[in-house]
């Protein structure tokens, strides 16, 4: 299956279901709205789980790309993006979250061909609702305490969640999600049964409201057959290994990095030294690190026009490939001169030995050079 078929196997599944699509947001919220990025579907929908009637009724179902910079340092693993799709489905109070994992369990095996050999869930020990229906349904599950609690903050909606996993091993499935990393999350059904108030106490909301998350390159990965999500059709024009040849970690990173940079820059996000625009600079700025660390010479100037432009085209942004080359190059020059002024002056400071806290603020305060850029770039042994 291909991204776009797997997509629409989600969607299909929900409308039949009654639930009606929310058009995609852009990765950058309206404004008002403290979070610098859209980091789930649900983000966009926060005041309908907590309440409001939603226009478009009480079963809604959508696509939504997110933006995690929590898991910046997890890019190059298997399973994690800074940029990427999440399909979401939820239910304001239209019924429980027992309705959502049979219905979950039903779109795995039967429009995705993944049955209960090969998958394993988590769910809270407390949450008899989710253990009742996946010992009903014949899935194994790992109870957990910690793990299966969901919540946006010390107040406000809260409850159990119930994750969950497929086989991704050679072998036949052995042990459990916590125990086992060859089992992959690739969804999560939160129930937002409780509100917790000031004190702590909980109130239970009647009726629940249900909120999932699958990853689509997620799914992807398990649906091709692929070792990591970089080995997936939405990564198919990204391979960048020919024209600068680097470690498969790197090479990881450099991608993820360029192609969430790509669509940032599609949703209107510019570099600057703060905000969202520092996101994007910080993007950019750790490829070039990590290709200037290697050879000097090598430029975003080279980066073929194709992965560009099938990203754009991809996350259905309105927007040449012209103007997001200039971005880039852009911020390349600057970063290069940056690069060209600091030498010198880490090179003195580093001479009288090696560098302290101190010479750090000073460095970063006095010529804005970042801490990670002197110790990967600038820094040479004394
Ligand atoms: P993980 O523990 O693997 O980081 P998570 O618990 O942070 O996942 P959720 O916040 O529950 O994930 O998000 C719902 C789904 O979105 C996950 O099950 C996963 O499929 C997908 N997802 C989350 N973070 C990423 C990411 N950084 N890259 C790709 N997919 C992601
Ligand atoms: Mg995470």
Not at 312 to 329: S, T
Not at 358 to 363: A, G, P, Q
Request: hydrophobic fraction near 30%.
């Amino acid at each position: 299956m291909n991204v776009d078929q797997t997509v629409r196997t989600f969607l299909d599944f929900y409308r039949e279901r009654g639930h009606q699509l929310v058009p995609e947001h852009s990765l950058v919220p309206p404004p008002g709205d403290p979070v610098l990025f859209t980091t789930s579907g649900m983000h966009p929908l926060t005041p309908y789980l907590s309440g409001r009637t939603h226009p478009q009724g009480p079963r809604l179902v959508n696509l939504q790309r997110c933006l995690r910079t929590t898991d910046l340092d997890k890019v190059g693993d298997d399973t994690h993006l800074t940029v990427f799709q999440m399909l979401g489905s939820w239910s304001l109070g239209s019924y429980p979250g027992g309705q959502s994992l049979t219905w979950g369990y039903e779109l795995m095996r039967d429009g995705f061909g993944i049955g209960s050999d090969r998958l394993h869930v988590t769910a809270h020990q407390d949450d008899l609702e989710s253990l009742r229906t996946w010992e009903r349904i014949g899935v194994p599950v790992e109870r957990t305490r910690d793990e299966n609690w969901w919540s946006n903050g010390p107040t406000g909606p809260c409850g159990p969640d119930s994750e969950i996993f497929v086989w991704t091993g050679d072998t036949p499935p052995r042990g459990t999600p916590t125990t086992d990393p060859r089992w992959t999350e690739v969804w999560n059904h939160v129930m937002m049964r409780y509100l917790r108030h000031e004190d702590g106490s909980l109130e239970p909301v009647e009726p629940e409201r249900v909120d999932t998350g699958m990853g689509v390159e997620r799914i992807l990965t398990i649906l091709q057959r692929k070792r990591s999500v970089f080995e997936t059709d939405v990564f198919r024009p990204w391979s960048l290994g020919k024209l600068w040849p680097l470690d498969e970690r790197s090479r990881r990173v450099l991608t993820d990095h360029l192609r969430s940079s790509v669509v940032v820059i599609g949703d209107g996000v510019r570099p600057s030294p703060n905000g969202r625009g520092y996101v994007l600079r910080r993007l950019i700025r750790r490829v070039l690190t990590r290709l200037w660390r290697v050879d000097q010479e090598w430029t975003l100037g080279d980066l073929p026009t194709e992965p560009i432009e099938f990203t754009i085209d991809h996350f259905g942004q309105r927007l040449e490939v012209g103007p997001v080359r200039e971005v880039l190059l852009t911020e390349e020059d600057r970063f290069r001169g940056l690069v060209k002024r600091g030498r010198p002056v880490v090179s003195r400071r580093r001479s009288r030995g090696p560098l302290t806290d101190d010479d750090f603020s000073y460095l970063h305060d006095t010529y804005g050079l970042p801490r990670d850029l002197v110790v990967d770039l600038l820094e040479e042994p004394a």
